[in-house]
């Protein structure tokens, strides 16, 4: 079986070639690389797709966590409460502003911050919430907008692997990922749901303030041009990426039909396989499986399931394999081993297996086949 991929984004790009080109094409032709029209049609676009009010699209993800918490007005000394077990990003723009990460364990089956542990982190410095819908499934959105709200804390829903998922309140209304927070940022760095060709992102807010100061920091702090009421970045999503992203926006709900089938089939292939534990999926979140993630048991040697696959021309990765409490650049703020054991153990015991929009069925089935090989 040849060219199995985490992600095959040159057959997608095949696949939808021409409207790109043209896309493209259109950019070259009218030459505003920066800014150009189609900036403010992609998030209008994206504005409608996500039932946000107000969508200001950056340089990356990492940049939309940092103007996000800016526009919040976070201060040094700040307190701000981040899952142990994510990607760097979250972390890494607390401490750039003198803010200081709280970390807070995960759920072991669903990867998610877990609620019942906001309440031992609070202080009289905390500020806010960092929820990391991880691998495509929104966190516990109700629970945590109620802590929230009772404790008077901002939310910032860091949406870069869920774009597109949907979230079911109790009282059966429903919102996209990254709309229900004070904030939601996303990512659309290739591999992403949403990917484009380059580095991009964007943040969402439904509160007009907000979207204002937003639109503001990311534009070196300006509203009129040469005048500037605050300190700001500059974090653009330039006119390229946005033509590019507009033509794969239309397919964004069709990807995650075709990652669900492949993750689907994962679930019934190794459901009842005693050494694998599949991902949970909770009722309130539908999941756009930007990641296959599965946990392996203790018996299991992950690295040799890891160079096994491999050797067969199988890729997989360990998201993550250490968590933020444990990594050097922040053992600062006082991580020890054995402070959160779950995500401890899951950065031992998770690996993903290649899922994305292009998979065949004979290329799943030989993925399927030889991870039972292994065992
Ligand atoms: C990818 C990612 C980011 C950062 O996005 P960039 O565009 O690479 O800066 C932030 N958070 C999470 C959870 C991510 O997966």
Sequence with gaps: MNNIQMVDLKTQYEHIKQEINQAIQDVLDQAAFINGPQVKKFASELGAYTGASFVTTCGNGTDALQIAMMALGFKPGDEVIVPAFTYVATVEVIALLGLIPVFVDVTEDTFELDIDQLAYRITERTVGIVTVHLYGQCSNMEKILD?????????????????????????????????????????????????????????????PDL???????????????????SVGVNSRLD????????????????????RNEV?????????????????????????????????????????????????????????????????????????????????????????????????????????????????
Aim: proline share 4%; net charge neutral.
């Design 147 to 207: 802590f929230a709200g009772l404790h008077g804390l901002k939310v910032i829903e860091d949406t870069a692997q869920a774009l597109g998922a949907v979230y079911t309140f109790s009282d059966g209304k429903t919102m996209k990922a990254g709309t229900m927070g004070h904030i939601g940022t996303t990512s659309f760095f290739p591999s992403k749901n949403l990917g484009c060709y380059g580095d991009g992102g964007a943040i969402f807010t439904n509160d």
């Design 211 to 229: 979207g204002e100061k937003i639109q503001m920091i990311a534009n070196h702090g300006q509203k009129q041009k040469y005048y500037h009421d």
């Design 239 to 258: 006119t390229l990426q946005a033509a590019i992203l507009s033509v794969k926006l239309n397919y964004l709900d069709t990807y995650a039909g075709a």
């Design 263 to 375: 993750a689907t089939a994962y679930d019934a292939a190794f459901d009842s396989h005693p050494q694998i534990n599949i991902p949970v999926r909770v009722k309130q979140s539908t999941h756009v499986f930007h990641q296959y993630t599965v946990r392996l048991q203790e018996s299991v040697d992950r690295y040799a399931f890891k160079s096994y696959l491999n050797g067969k021309g199988i890729p997989s990765m360990v998201y993550y394999p250490l968590p933020l409490h444990l990594q050097k650049a922040y053992l600062m703020y006082g991580g020890k081993v054995g402070q959160f054991p779950v995500s401890e153990k899951l950065c031992e015991r998770v690996i993903s297996l290649p899922i994305h929009t292009e998979m065949t069925s004979s290329q799943q089935d030989y993925i399927i086949e030889q991870v039972y090989s292994f065992f």
